[in-house]
Structures are given as structure tokens and as C-alpha cells.
């Protein structure tokens, strides 16, 4: 039973605008990423949400002015990024440190992310179930194909190969990744 939901930020539920730089609680314009609140609201009545971050200059603090901006603050028990862990986002390292300060074992957390390589695999790696949210208007993933016996240490987003004949990219996925295409996806599961 999952007690703890471990969120990215950037594209996960905040929007990340490619043409703003800097920290996102500086930003003139900040977004909840559509279904967002609606989603951390039914979530957060049986578990816990954390936010984990590859944020690189902006700190804790930071991080939750942010989502204060966007109303999403309410329904987080705490933020994960390098700042406060120590270590960047994208290894095992990462995750187990915050397993550790959570006091939660992996088999009762998940991690959502939109980031296959820093936020499925290590999370993975370190037991914890995943959500790989693929955006609806991610073009670019027609078809994603399920995979039983697919290590996770050969996955990565460089392995997609195309069928030239009609452009559709296929990308094998191990079971265990649960892969959504909308935050509202985890309400519904």
C-alpha cells in the first residue's frame, strides 16, 4: 500500500517554461500543471506528498514559495532537493536518503516523474513503485510497449527506436513501471 507519493516538480506538477531561467519562484508567471491540485487533494487524504527535485540552484525554501504561489503548498509534507539532501537528483543516493528521513520503506512509496532517467530508474532501483507520467501531448510516444524482463540498467531514453514506415517511436517499458498520461491517472488507478 503506497503511504508516501514522492512528486518531480519541473513538468510533473508545475509547469516549466522553456523560455524562463532562474528560480521558478521569481518567475513573473507560474502554473499548476492541469489536474495538479484536484490530484494532490484525493491523494493526500490517505498518504503522505513530498516533492523531490533535480532543482539545482534553488532551495527548500524556494521550492515551496513556488508552489505557495500556485495553492499546491497545502498538500505537501515536505521537499527533497540538492540543497537539502546533499546529493543531486538521478541516483539511487538520492531516493534512499530521502527514504531514510521519511522514515518509510520503499514498498510503501512511489515516485512520480516525467523524467525516465532521473526519476524512474532510481527510483526503481531502490524499490520504490513508479509512475512514469508521459504527457498526452508528448508527440513524440505513440505506442509505449510493455517489457517483462528488461533490466533497468539498460533502460534509457536513448533505446527508442523508430518505424521509419510511420514515424511512431516505440520504447519498451519494464512491467513494474506504471506509465500515465495524466496526474489524474493516479486518482483513477
Known sequence: ????????????????????????????????VTGAKDTLAALSNNAKIYIATGAED???ADIKQAFERVGLHEFISGYFCKANVGIGKGTSEFFDI??????????????VGDNFDKDIKPALAVGIQPFWLNHAHNNNAKHIVSANNISTNNISTNNIS?????????LAVPANVKVITALSDLIYR
Open 1 to 32: 500500500m503506497i503511504k508516501s507519493y514522492l512528486f518531480d516538480w519541473g513538468d510533473t506538477l508545475m509547469v516549466d517554461f522553456p523560455n524562463m531561467s532562474g528560480k521558478m519562484c521569481t518567475w513573473h508567471t507560474v502554473e499548476a
Open 58 to 60: 534553488s532551495s527548500e
Open 98 to 111: 530521502i527514504l531514510k528521513r521519511i522514515k518509510m520503506p520503499a514498498t510503501n512509496v512511489a515516485m
Open 162 to 170: 523508430t518505424n521509419n514506415s510511420n514515424d511512431d517511436i516505440q
